[in-house]
């Protein structure tokens, strides 16, 4: 099967699109109950991953208000999870870091998901299990491509 072809890619990215929105369903009923939206634990494990960010970026990243965001962050900077901290490169601005309480309370939140998960991928059958654990570096890699509309790609520039 020929998959450089614009139709065909265009079919693969349909078949995708509703695929994820399958699947954003079942991780949200995969995430333990732990008082934490989805966009907190999102806003989380994007500084987790970036590093200590501004403000104003993580708002744009997440699809948020920089107000609405502005309280999450106090609301998690009270329960511990993440800290303010001056810029290395200007004493001015304020970034956005996250605690080791916030890295647990991440890390559990995963174990959790991926206890629950595994129970579900053991009713697949061991040829779907085989096409997952093959599928993992494509969706890795897709998950990292950059993207024109990220935000951080603005503000580099």
Do not use: K, W
């Not at 999870?81 to 605690?99: K, Q, W």
Request: charged content about 20%; glycine content about 6%.
């Amino acid at each position: 099967m020929d998959l450089s072809g614009t139709t065909a890619l265009d079919s693969i990215a349909v078949a995708l699109a509703a695929d994820f929105e399958r699947i954003v369903g079942l991780y949200r009923s995969l995430s333990p109950a732990s008082g934490l939206s989805m966009t907190a634990a999102a806003t989380l494990a994007s500084i987790e991953r970036l590093g200590p960010q501004r403000l104003t970026l993580l708002a744009a990243r997440e699809g948020v208000t920089q107000p609405a965001m502005t309280q999450l962050i106090s609301r998690l900077e009270e329960s511990g999870l993440v800290r303010r901290e001056p810029s290395p490169d200007d004493g001015r601005v304020v970034l956005v870091a996250i605690t080791e309480q916030g890295q647990a309370t991440l890390a559990h939140r995963r174990s959790a998901r991926a206890e629950r998960l595994a129970g579900i991928i053991a009713q697949l059958s061991p040829d779907h299990r085989a096409a997952l654990a093959a599928a993992l570096p494509a969706l890795d890699a897709l998950a990292g491509v950059p993207r024109e509309d990220d935000p951080a790609r603005a503000t580099a520039r």
